[in-house]
Structures are given as structure tokens and as C-alpha cells.
């Protein structure tokens, strides 16, 4: 079983859609739960950060972690075509580890 | 704001070549990483380093190698290049006090 799972995707929705990207992971070890979003031919950028369980909420976007059942979500509400990118899941056990751990990513379009 | 600076966007080199990638961090991170991305892979760890001079291998180590002389600085190099190292290559930084990654823009590599 890989570390990280993550629906490849493609997901395709209307502008103004809900849309819920997620992951799953099998380390129960992990304390960090990061998403990134990734332009088309750029870089990664950090979107959400969350330690441990819980909800984090900026904006439009909303974090979720439930270690109980090793799954973390994003939400976005609202979508917008500028949504339309790669997005990561990433975890990292903390405890002075090195590396993350990523999914590889869900590719999401917003269609106006 | 933080930085994370790749020398190249876009490379095309023949097959053999040596080919040298930079990457140059401005936030005094300790910790370095080079990934490449291809579709369907997700990032795969090629190297990194968390200090001056020293350098881990990550999981796909073969046909490259990494100099980091200064703690900004991390460069990745590939020997002789293949066409099976056609990819997106991305370098990240990471401080001490936050476990996410700071990614830099990426670089095309295309071997012909």
C-alpha cells in the first residue's frame, strides 16, 4: 500500500461549484498535512497548512484532518476558473523529519 | 517574500551532455531538495541536502549527483544526459521552523 493516495483525477466542474479534493495515507505517524496548488508549467505553492486533526478554514479554501481515519480534504467553495490546477496533498511526520510525503496530485478544472 | 530561484526555465541538451541545474534560496534555509516531475509519477525525490557540503540520496539517485558549497546554493547534476531524464525538475527549500517546502518555478529539461 503507497503512503499517499490521491485521485488522479481529472475533475471537472461549473464555476461556482463545491469542489472536495482528498486524500488518504496509511503512516498514522503524520502530524503535518499540507495542499499545495500547481499551475500548469510552475512550481507548487503552499495553499493549507494543518497540524494534527481539525478544520482550518482561509478565504474560500477549508482544510480537514481526520486522523482517525488517516483522510484529509480540501474544500473549495466558490470555485473560480483561476482554481483550475494540480493540486498535492503533503504530510510530514514532524519530529525533525527531512521530507514530505506527497500524493501525486488531482488536476481540477473549472469551467465558466 | 521568500524565494526559491531556479537558473533555467526551459532547457534542451543532447544526449551525453553534462547538464548542470541551479537552484538559489534567499531565506537562510538549512534544508535543500531537487524532485523531478513526470505525468502519472508524481515528484520523485532525486537528492537533497540539510547542510552545507552534505547530500542524502532520495529515491531515484542514478545518473545524477548534487554540490552544495554554499548553504543557499544547491546544484543538480546530471553526468551524461539520457532521454529518460526528459522532465520537469523542481528544487524546494525548508527552515528549521516550518516543515512544508518552499518550491521554486521548475525547469523543462528536455534530452534529445
Known amino acids: 500500500q503507497k503512503e499517499v493516495e490521491q485521485d488522479p483525477g481529472p475533475l471537472s466542474v461549473p464555476e461556482g461549484a463545491i469542489v472536495s479534493l482528498n486524500c488518504t495515507y496509511s503512516n498514522s505517524a503524520f502530524q503535518y498535512f499540507m495542499w499545495y496548488r500547481q499551475y500548469s508549467r510552475k512550481g507548487p505553492e503552499l495553499l493549507m497548512y494543518t497540524y494534527s486533526s481539525g478544520n482550518k478554514e482561509d478565504g474560500r479554501f477549508t482544510a480537514q484532518v481526520d486522523k482517525s481515519s488517516k483522510y484529509i480534504s480540501l474544500f473549495i467553495r466558490d470555485s473560480q476558473p483561476s482554481d483550475s490546477a494540480t493540486y498535492l496533498c503533503?504530510?510530514?511526520?514532524?519530529?525533525?523529519?527531512?521530507?514530505?510525503?506527497f500524493g501525486k496530485g488531482t488536476k481540477l478544472s473549472v469551467i465558466p | 517574500d521568500v524565494k526559491v530561484t531556479q537558473s533555467s526555465r526551459y532547457l534542451v541538451k543532447r544526449t551525453g551532455e553534462k547538464v548542470f541545474l541551479e537552484c538559489v534560496q534567499d531565506m537562510d534555509h538549512e534544508n535543500m531538495f531537487w524532485y523531478r516531475q513526470d505525468p502519472g509519477l508524481g515528484l520523485r525525490l532525486i537528492y537533497f541536502s540539510y547542510d552545507v557540503k552534505m547530500k542524502e540520496k532520495g529515491d531515484i539517485p542514478e545518473g545524477y549527483s548534487v554540490s552544495r558549497e554554499k548553504k543557499e546554493r544547491f546544484s543538480l547534476i546530471l553526468e551524461s544526459a539520457s532521454t529518460n531524464q526528459t522532465s520537469m525538475y523542481l528544487c524546494?527549500?525548508?527552515?528549521?521552523?516550518?516543515?512544508?517546502?518552499?518550491f521554486g518555478s521548475g525547469t523543462r529539461l528536455t534530452v534529445v
Open positions: 503533503a504530510m510530514d511526520p514532524g519530529a525533525g523529519s527531512y521530507q514530505l510525503t
Open positions: 524546494a527549500s525548508q527552515g528549521s521552523l516550518f516543515y512544508g517546502y518552499t
